[in-house]
């Protein structure tokens, strides 16, 4: 019993230190919001913090795809400061367009002819969930069904952003 109890202890010290040095060095994905992996290439969340960041780069993503509209200079120095590489496609919320999309095609084809996973995001991960299903069934020719379960999984799109599937997906598919 006691040889136990000393075992017991003893492997809850060793998880306890290798709990906190998994946080220091690679900090947990759990509380970025709406994070999802698309495919071995692809990631998707909602905005990232400079943690975040730091953590996926280690796990492999070496291109960012930021769908955000804003002023985007602070994000920019970090992806630099990070050596990822950055586009921004200003997608806005009420008026997304097929150019938005023609460009998101041009990043990830970029993205694509190099190593490492692309993060596409926005602040919520709606836009990106759109995005990367449509670019996994127009592009990738990945099966409808699964890239639709997995947007679902984030959002259920409003009626401008089902206009804009269905445009996207007749003129693309």
């Known amino acids: 019993m006691k040889i136990q109890l000393i075992a017991a202890v003893t492997l809850l010290i060793l998880s306890m230190g290798a709990n906190a ?4 060095t690679n900090p947990s994905l ?5 994070y999802q992996v698309n495919n071995a290439k692809m990631v998707s969340a909602g905005l990232p913090s400079k943690q975040h960041f ?5 796990m492999g993503v070496t291109h960012v795809v930021d769908l955000i509209p804003d002023d985007r200079t602070e994000q920019m120095a970090w992806m630099k400061t990070l050596d990822l590489e950055y586009h921004n496609i200003a997608v806005e919320w009420q008026k997304p367009t097929l150019d938005n999309f023609r460009d998101y095609v041009s990043a990830m084809q970029q993205s694509s002819e190099t190593r490492g996973i692309t993060l596409t995001h926005c602040r919520l991960n709606w836009r990106g969930a ?7 069934v127009t592009q990738l020719g990945e099966s409808e069904t699964a890239a639709k379960q997995d947007m679902l ?3 259920t799109p409003n009626d401008t952003w089902q206009d804009f599937i269905d445009q996207v997906l007749y003129q693309f598919h």
């Open 153 to 155: 999984a984030i959002w």
């Open 54 to 58: 730091e953590a996926l780069k280690t």
């Open 21 to 24: 040095s998994d946080t220091t």
């Open 130 to 136: 759109v995005f990367t299903y449509l670019y996994r």
């Open 30 to 34: 759990a509380d970025l919001k709406n």
